[in-house]
């Protein structure tokens, strides 16, 4: 009796709380208060700013789902049988209940929200529809059984993600081991040649893909492309017409300023502004008691990593050919290569490795550098007071300098026997809250793009950033992008020490990457 | 081991008579599937083939093949008509290369992995131990309706897979297994040669597993205990080592290095040997799938330089090998010795024509404005240092100031160093006609392209080189 007038009061009450409910039984009520403590800022499909939950840490983790009710304290009305897309859903603002037959539900519990309505109760945010004053959510699928799930992490933020992982596998009561593995390709190659037992899901960087999925170690996971997840990390991990990774999170390349020495740099800039910029600051610095720059301009040129941006600046449209290799004698290489000797031959750029380039910088002797969106959080603990900008476009006019974007994911082991739950556990650690969470403490870019959206107003970097993610360009998913790499990390050394030419160096590096390619194949 | 006839069996030996006709024979061969299949599925197992439309109609034809089975999905009731997936294993599982195939029960409870590869690459695996060979069936009729082929049936739903493309099992050597089992090392030794796989290494008695450690230029110590083959137990099958002889090893990337015979008999500290295990497991691609280190009880340490990755062929050519140390002073002093040498060569290689009396020889050395990089600054040399900083002082060099080239008889040049500043053209040499010098010019001789668009005046042959001496 206690229960049925409690529920009446639920349903009449909507600001009461929401139930929840799985084949017919009760889940749990939550009161509008808890509701409210879980909540945190979301971006909804349509962009609108709001307060809320996914329904997906709501609810047990299912293997299926394929209908879903939901009720208001109005009068009862169904729309029935909608053979789901994404995009359908409760019709919006509808009042009653509301059915939705979608045989893939199951798959976007995580990407489904519940909301802080305008008139005190919670709202169900279906893509862009929207259930308002909800007092019920029944789902109909089946619980997922999966359990023990071993997951390999490495980079920064493992401690992090063994928290929220660790955090998730108590709410819905699974066994997942986390291990970490500071090169997980070796290691997965290594055990796979050993017939020794993989884990169901690993982080992988763009360029494993060639290797982990030519050995057979990792599946594809077209099923789990999203809208919500940036498109360029999907092109990060994809080869052969296939994704192999789930992108969790980015850094992009950016050019850090000291703002003691060098003011903002203007919009849509180019390579000789930075260059002027460089030379006034460095003259300034001569005219002061600090004395001339150590750099005006510094980076480490002698990395390919960083020599690839320019070459996309200086016109290559596609790093790697259709057929795996790489083109360095279309001009682009040359002129890239040709700029970065011009300016180092004009004193302005000081070519140095990460470490001399760090200490320079952070004591003020060198104006503009260029490194990865990782050093914000870095350098904002030494205390530099510093700026990011863009890349600069190659010339006045012309093509911008693309930064690299490179994305870290998650690839499912080809043999996994818990295929749904690494799956859930991926939507999880991709869906917004913890994206936004997880990015924020870290320095890194969120590749679920209302993540990066919520994160506009809060981060002081927000401009450069986003201007980069749109012109940058992913670290190549391919195997002559490793064989590129090697070769030119030794050839850069001998044109920037002028024991060999520009021209020289560009037809070494190709003849060495064909060579390496053919050897492979 | 005992195997099982299946019930297709009987009906597939009248096929088995047309196909073993036809087919090619071999444990490699695959089945006989018709030229255009409407689909086919890839099978990987203890031998490759294809499972195609064909044969699957076929053994539907026969009502003791075909199974139905009704099952629930998303709360509807969906019946399916196909053929238990054992039918497909059976072509994989052993060694039968045509109908009838034999299905290996035993093999099947005794347990290996089975993944279902979907055209995009999705993929569930199951271990055969946990379900029946015909719990689940390969369908293409979902309530009488054609589909493109299907897993489905009795088992979890998570092994449903539709539109497959692939089914694999672990019996199938795994694709990085494969390459290192086929990777063979390949000697020269005075002209005898040899191949050995990474197996046929593990297995001889010259296979040993110590500490042994490297340190790189730029100091950083890597320690393991490393397991591979004697390369002095190796290479004395073929040939005695002495003092003066030279063991050349070339890399999968290109890269050349020599030991001295001298190095390689060295067992003071330990043995040098052909690594392939890193801490009990094998070494990747890169470093190896073969590396030189030297081992032993008390974890021998040697210059990185020194250990060769990514060894692919060993060459030993007897009593060529003499070593050398030409003496560089100037601001600092250094040891040239040959394995610097060789390294600096690999990596600066340059090739000239050199005209004497009238008569050109193919000198092959490097630039010799490297080794000024040696002696023009007191505190860095070439690799001794953070790469950022360069070894080489421009603008010392182009203020010029002498260098004298000492030959082992005396004879002296004297070159101005700003004439050497970049000089790609004038070459220390130490192979001459691609074979290694003769007594009169070794061990590295000064030489110049013969269109050298910049020689110094003057400037003569210097042979025999025991020292060469910057003056500041």
């Known amino acids: 009796m206690l229960a049925t007038a409690l529920f009446a009061a639920i349903v009449l009450s909507p600001c009461l709380g929401v139930e929840f409910r799985l084949n017919g039984a009760s889940l749990v009520v939550l009161g509008a208060s808890e509701l409210a403590s879980r909540s945190g800022p979301l971006v909804l499909e349509g962009g609108e700013h709001v ?63 519940v909301v802080e309505g305008k008139t005190g109760g919670w709202d169900l945010c279906y893509g862009i529809e929207r259930f308002r004053d909800l007092s019920s959510v029944a789902l109909t699928g089946e619980i997922l059984d999966e359990d023990g799930l071993e997951v390999w992490l490495s980079w920064e933020g493992v401690g992090e993600l063994k928290a929220e992982i660790a955090r998730f596998a108590k709410e819905h009561g699974k066994r997942i081991t986390c291990v970490e593995v500071p090169n997980t390709q070796t290691k997965l190659l290594t055990l796979a040649r050993a017939g020794g037992k993989l884990p169901d899901l690993a982080q992988i960087q763009s360029d494993y893909v060639p290797a982990l999925a030519g050995a057979r170690i990792i599946q594809g996971i077209g099923r789990l492309r999203t809208d919500r997840l940036a498109s360029k990390g999907f092109e990060a991990f994809e080869s052969g017409g296939v994704s192999w990774a789930v992108p969790l999170y980015y850094d992009a390349q950016l050019v850090f300023y000291n703002k003691k020495l060098v003011g903002v740099p203007p919009v849509d800039w180019s390579l000789d502004d930075l260059a002027a910029l460089a030379r006034e600051a460095d003259s300034r610095a001569a ?42 004698d279309d001009g682009s290489a040359k002129k890239a290569l040709d700029a970065i000797i011009a300016l180092r031959d004009d004193g302005v750029l000081v070519p140095a490795e990460r470490d001399a380039m760090v200490s320079w910088f952070a004591s003020g002797k060198a104006a503009f ?103 940058g360009i992913v670290v190549p998913p391919a195997e002559s992008y490793a064989l590129f790499k090697n070769v030119m990390w030794k050839l850069l050394r001998l044109v920037l020490s002028g024991e060999m030419g520009t021209a020289e160096a560009i037809d070494t590096a190709q003849r060495l990457v064909d060579a390496g390619l053919a050897e492979r194949k | 081991m005992k195997r099982i006839i299946t019930a297709a069996t009987v009906a597939a030996i009248a096929l088995f008579l047309v196909v073993a006709q036809s087919s090619a024979t071999g444990a490699d061969a695959t089945s006989a599937a018709t030229g255009e299949e409407a689909w086919s599925i890839a099978l990987s197992g203890a031998r490759e083939d294809v ?126 297994s494969k390459e290192a089992d086929s990777f063979s090392i390949d000697l020269d030794v005075n002209g005898t040669a040899a191949s050995f796989t990474l197996k046929e290494l593990e297995a001889s008695d010259l296979y040993l597993e110590k500490k042994g450690s490297y340190t790189t230029s730029a100091g950083t110590r890597y320690s393991g205990v490393y397991g591979g083959v004697k390369l002095r137990g190796l290479l004395e099958r073929y040939a005695k080592l002495s003092l003066d002889d030279s063991v050349n090893f070339v890399a999968t990337d290109g890269y050349e290095m020599s030991y001295p015979g001298s190095l390689v008999l060295d067992d003071k500290e330990g043995d040098w040997i052909l690594a392939f295990r890193l801490d009990g497991e094998y070494l990747p691609k890169d470093p190896g799938y073969v590396r030189t280190i030297k081992v032993g009880d008390k974890d021998p340490n040697i210059d990185g330089h020194l250990s060769v990755r990514m060894v692919k062929r060993i060459k030993v050519k007897q009593k060529d090998f003499k070593d050398f140390s030409i003496g560089l002073s100037g601001k600092a002093t250094f040891a040239l010795d040959r394995s610097t040498v060789q390294s600096c060569v690999s990596c600066h290689k340059r090739t000239v ?30 690799h001794k240092q953070d790469k950022s900083v360069p070894a080489y002082e421009d603008a010392l060099a182009k203020s010029g100031y002498p260098v004298d080239f000492v030959a082992a008889d005396g004879f002296k040049i004297t070159v101005n160093a700003k004439d050497l ?22 061990p590295l001789v000064l030489v110049w392209d013969k269109a050298a668009k910049r020689l110094p005046e003057g400037i003569k042959n210097a042979k025999m080189l025991s020292s060469i001496n910057a003056k500041f």
């Open chain 1, 287 to 328: 005219r002061s008691s600090s004395g001339k720059l150590k750099a005006p301009f510094c980076f480490n040129a002698y990395s390919a990593y960083w020599l690839v941006p320019f070459i996309a600046g200086f016109g290559k449209e596609r790093f790697v050919e259709p057929d795996g290799r790489i083109l360095l």
């Open chain 2, 51 to 176: 499972f195609a439309a064909s044969r699957y109609d076929w053994l539907m034809s026969d009502s003791r093949n075909a199974i139905e089975t009704t099952v629930e999905k998303k709360g509807v009731k969906y019946t399916y008509r196909g053929v238990p997936l054992e039918f497909a294993i059976s072509m994989i599982d052993g060694s039968d290369y045509a109908e009838p195939y034999a299905f290996d029960a035993a093999k099947w409870k005794e347990g290996y992995t089975v993944s279902f590869v979907a055209k995009d690459g999705f993929t569930a695996t199951f271990s055969t131990k946990d379900l029946g060979p015909r719990a689940l069936i390969i369908s293409t009729l979902e309530n009488g309706q054609p589909t493109a082929p299907q897993i489905v049936g009795d088992g979890p739903k998570n092994l449903w897979v539709r539109d497959l493309a692939a089914i694999e099992t672990s019996l199938a050597p795994n694709p990085v």
């Open chain 1, 51 to 113: 307060r809320g939950l996914a329904l997906g840490e709501l609810l047990p983790l299912l293997s299926e789902a394929w209908r879903m009710e939901l009720r208001s304290a109005r009068e009862t009305r169904v729309v029935s049988r909608v053979e789901a897309p994404a995009s359908k859903g409760p019709a919006a603002g509808a009042a009653g209940s509301s059915l939705v037959e979608d045989s893939d539900l199951a798959n976007r519990l995580f990407s489904i929200y």
């Open chain 2, 353 to 382: 024509v050199f005209e004497r009396k009238g008569v050109s020889a193919s000198y092959t050395g490097f630039p010799a404005w490297l080794v000024l990089g040696y002696v023009d600054d007191p505190k860095y040399a070439p």
């Open chain 1, 369 to 471: 550098i260029l490194a990865g969106s990782y050093s914000i959080p870095e350098f904002s603990k030494l205390g530099i007071d510093f700026g990011t900008a863009p890349y600069p476009l190659a010339a006045r006019g012309g093509r911008p300098i693309a930064p690299l974007l490179d994305f870290k994911g998650f690839a499912i082991s080809r043999r996994t026997e818990r295929p749904v739950l690494a799956r859930r556990l991926i939507e999880h650690l991709t869906g917004q809250s913890f994206q936004r969470r997880f990015t924020a403490a870290l320095g890194k870019l969120p590749a679920n793009l209302a993540a990066s959206e919520s994160s506009r107003e809060a981060n002081p970097y927000w401009p450069s950033l986003s201007r980069s993610a749109r012109i």
């Open chain 2, 421 to 442: 500043d970049h000089n790609d053209d004038i070459i220390l040499a130490m192979y001459k006609n691609d074979a290694n010098l003769g007594a009169d010019e070794f």
